[in-house]
């Protein structure tokens, strides 16, 4: 029977059996026993399914993604270190030195720079593309060598929302997989597989957690893409791997497994930004109540910028649930109509100086470089984040000196709104 993903939130990916723990357990260990050295041996040629060591992979691990993978809907999943790991093995599973990735110019700054800057050293070209271009511009920015898109549902931290299903169905005309950073809305609020994403990851470290435990990541496999159907441009996937005693992922684990199965095998293999098994622990323990706590992320973020698009000092708000915002259309399409998260920027019209002394007032939300969790916290990236950048510089990037990103907890949105109510006065 398939159940409501509230349901899935508390018991996906986990039914012990009888007389076994109600709880997920931890499985700290560094290793696993066998019998015999042949058994072991299957293992080691993807023949048989089980554990041998916790750099490759780890039963608590497993279980946590198996219920990441239920919430997005996708095939197969699995766990990284952080959402950093989850976005690099996600696209180096599929490029290689000489490929080339079509990005949206609007994703978070740690992934801007492992695609422009670090991953550029690996030979890996990309191409940036406005979450608002055409579908003409999107077209033209794809090479012979491109091998994946990637974009994020809802920017961090510019807001963006991504029109999901046109950046599919450009990606599909030219034969290569769209990627989606689903970290914002998480599942509870899009599910990007069912818009034509092939590949969803995560940073955990967010709303899945929720409580500012644990740095983690997700990649989730859609299992749609059909990776022997272009077969030249993923050898890595539809040809023997010779370190892996001659196994080819797509005809072995099929469109399902594949690209999950390569990526353990390979990726965590060789790099092993493996997730601890108690921090998976930590990160299951938050997505028992990610489905009750989202909408009330959303319902203090769509208070909070309604209180701040009133407001005489503010000059402008960005969050998608606002309905003058750029990008409420996508959000109805996309997010229920709603902004997807707690997450809310808006610039005061006072600039950097402004933004600093109602900083210094606030008491409810605490200065930090977080966003997503159960307590609200504010930046103001030009004195932070971005303090190298001169005002100029900053509003080239869009992001005036005046700009503050907040993300709403879990308090009462009534002292919150009274919390910045008291900061904005003179
Ligand atoms: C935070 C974040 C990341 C990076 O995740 P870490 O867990 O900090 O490595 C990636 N993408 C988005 C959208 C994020 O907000």
Not at 401 to 425: F, M, V
């Amino acid at each position: 029977m398939d159940h409501s993903i509230n349901t899935k939130c508390v018991q996906a990916g986990y039914a012990p059996g009888n007389g076994e723990p109600r709880q997920v357990p931890i499985y700290q260990s560094t290793t696993f026993k066998y019998e015999t050295s042949e058994e072991m041996g299957k293992l080691f040629d993807l023949e048989a399914s089980g554990y041998f060591y916790t750099r490759l992979q780890n039963p608590t691990n497993d279980i946590v993604a198996a219920k990441i993978a239920e919430l997005e809907g996708g095939t197969a999943a699995m766990l990284t270190s952080s959402g950093q790991a989850a976005n690099f093995f996600a696209l180096f599973n599929i490029c290689e030195c000489g490929s080339h990735i079509v990005a949206s110019s609007s994703i978070y700054g740690g992934t801007f720079n492992l695609i422009s800057v670090t991953m550029a050293k690996m030979g890996i070209d990309v191409t940036f593309v406005s979450p608002d271009a055409t579908d003409e511009e999107l077209d033209a920015a794809f090479q012979d060598n491109t091998r994946a898109m990637f974009g994020e549902t809802i920017a961090n931290p510019a807001l963006t929302v991504l029109d999901i299903e046109r950046f599919a169905a450009a990606a599909h005309r030219h034969d290569v997989p769209l990627i989606i950073d689903n970290t914002f809305p998480t599942p509870i609020n899009c599910r990007p597989i069912e818009w034509g994403a092939d590949i969803v990851t995560h940073s955990t470290t967010k709303y899945m957690d929720g409580h500012g435990v644990a740095v983690g990541g997700a990649i989730v496999d859609s299992g749609n893409f059909d990776w022997m159907a272009h077969a030249d441009k993923y050898p890595g996937l539809t040809t023997p791997d010779d370190s892996y005693h001659g196994v080819t992922y797509a005809e072995r684990f099929g469109k399902e497994g594949a690209f999950i199965t390569k990526a353990t095998a390979q990726m965590m293999r060789d790099l092993g930004c493996i997730q601890s098994p108690q921090n998976a622990f930590y990160l299951n323990l938050g997505l028992e109540s990610l489905h009750v706590r989202m909408p009330r992320h959303v319902e203090n973020g769509q208070a909070v910028a309604e209180f701040l698009e009133a407001h005489p000092s503010v000059a402008s708000v960005s969050y998608p649930g606002l309905k003058g915002d750029k990008y409420h259309d996508r959000a109805v399409k996309y997010l229920g109509g709603t902004g997807g998260c707690g997450v809310v920027s808006f610039e005061l019209k006072g600039g950097r100086e402004a933004a600093e002394k109602v900083m210094k007032k606030l008491k409810v939300f605490a200065i930090e470089t977080h966003v997503a969790d159960a307590r609200s916290c504010c930046l103001n990236p030009a004195t932070s984040t971005h303090r190298q950048m001169t005002d100029e510089q900053l509003a080239a990037a869009g992001i005036p000196a005046g700009l503050i990103r907040i993300s709403c907890g879990l308090e009462d949105k009534a002292d919150l709104i009274a919390d910045l109510k008291q900061a904005l006065e003179d």
